[in-house]
């Protein structure tokens, strides 16, 4: 694993990244996962795609060995998981007991909780959920807000339904002034350019929120770069037959004239296997920010 840029004492470092629930030798890999985090040390993450089940919590098993806060938002429908796991070799009775969701790290504590559910639409309701957290870091609290959008590609509709629900919940923990700008992370399950995109961000069409508007960290990115988080070259991306995607963002609120909160640099990490062991079938993305 190659040496990350080191972490600037001034910055604000966010990250998301979906860890690949319960799947392949999920042991190792969330080793992998941790030595990911170690290097990176992010000052707030969100996961999507954590496991759990009545003994432990992959989310709270990292917060524990990162020293980091955690906060734990469970899918209220999480059967299809679970069929899931079944059809990767899991005994049924064991599968069942498995809780599937989103989380967020913090170096700092929270200051407030809140849990939207999303529209399910589809042939399913696959039970999503966006977690919103209020961080209290050093200089003003930080709404920080990670989600996991529908995977089908034939589902736009269902995510673009979605995204009204996610977008004013992300607003609502706002207050310009008091705040960091706020920040969006999340497997959206769709690409940069799709409708349900260009509505979350609200500035190449009108978003749900009057007046709010949300830039894509990647924007800062090396001209060129795709920043693919769903990558043929990953094996685990390979086997689906799918073209590699930039499907997980960051999504940040626009800064004051101080400049407080804006992009300074964003990354994909996660991008290689850690000695020999892909730690999940996407990539991670980290940005810096203005403290």
């Known amino acids: 694993m190659s040496t990350p840029p080191e972490h600037p004492a001034t910055a604000l470092r966010v990250m998301t990244w979906n860890v690949w629930w319960r799947f392949g030798d999920w042991r190792t890999r969330r080793e992998s996962i941790l030595a990911v985090l170690e290097q990176e040390r992010p000052d707030v993450l969100g996961l999507q795609e954590v496991w759990a089940d009545a003994d432990e919590n992959l989310a709270h098993w990292l917060g524990e060995r990162l020293g980091m806060h955690v906060a734990w938002s469970p899918s209220p429908a999480p059967e299809r998981w679970r069929r899931r796991l079944v059809w990767n070799g899991e005994d049924p009775e064991r599968a069942d007991t498995f809780q599937f969701g989103n989380a967020v790290l913090s170096r700092y504590p929270f200051l407030a909780e809140d849990v939207a559910e999303l529209p399910g639409g589809g042939h399913e309701d696959e039970g999503r959920t966006a977690l919103r957290v209020l961080v209290d870091t050093p200089r003003r609290p930080l709404p920080f807000t990670t989600t996991h959008l529908n995977s089908s590609p034939a589902e736009s509709a269902v995510r673009l339904a979605q995204v009204h629900v996610l977008v004013p919940f992300v607003a609502e923990g706002f207050r310009r002034g008091e705040h960091y700008p706020p920040v969006l992370t999340g497997d959206f399950n769709a690409v940069a ?98 403290p």
Request: net charge negative.
């Open 193 to 290: 350019e799709s409708d349900e995109l260009r509505l979350a961000a609200g500035y190449l069409t009108p978003g749900p929120v009057p007046g709010f508007v949300l830039v894509d960290a990647w924007r800062f990115a090396e001209a060129g770069d795709p920043g693919f988080t769903w990558d043929r070259r990953n094996p685990f991306v390979a086997r689906v037959h799918q073209p590699s995607a930039r499907i997980d963002h960051v999504l940040v609120g626009l800064s004051p004239f101080t400049g407080e909160g804006s992009v300074r640099t964003v990354r994909l990490v996660a991008t290689e296997p850690v000695d020999g062991v892909w730690a999940s079938d996407h990539a991670a993305v980290v940005v810096d920010l203005e």
